[in-house]
Nanobody, 116 residues
């Protein structure tokens, strides 16, 4: 059974940092891409960052220069280092894995709240 285990969310003050982790396990094979999306209240889910085969990364404009995505292939784990966090980064962050180029897996979501 496929499973994505997320961790690292929480409450942080503006300007602070958080690191999200997502480990893929179970029946997930041939991972094509791993990434993070987020959804704020009343808004659509949006891409934050993703890393595809070969290590190519894509970032939302809002994440460029502040967030860094990385992947440990041996552990099938993707990380999102978030620095200089802003209140507008507050959202539920979802891990996403694309398997074989066609099968999408989603984590259960982890809350990130940026507030003083």
């Amino acid at each position: 059974q496929a499973q994505l285990e997320e961790s690292g969310g929480g409450l942080v003050q503006p300007g602070g940092s958080l690191r999200l982790s997502c480990a893929a396990s179970g029946s997930i094979r041939s991972i094509t891409a791993m990434g993070w999306y987020r959804q704020a209240p009343g808004k659509e889910r949006e891409l934050v960052a993703r890393i595809i085969s070969g290590g190519i990364t894509n970032y939302a404009d809002s994440a460029k220069g502040r967030f860094t995505i990385s992947r440990d292939n041996a552990k099938n784990t993707v990380y999102l280092q978030m620095n200089s966090l802003k209140p507008e980064d507050t959202a539920v962050y979802y891990c996403h894995v694309l398997s074989g180029g066609i099968v999408n897996y989603w984590g259960q979501g982890t809350q990130v709240t940026v507030s003083s």
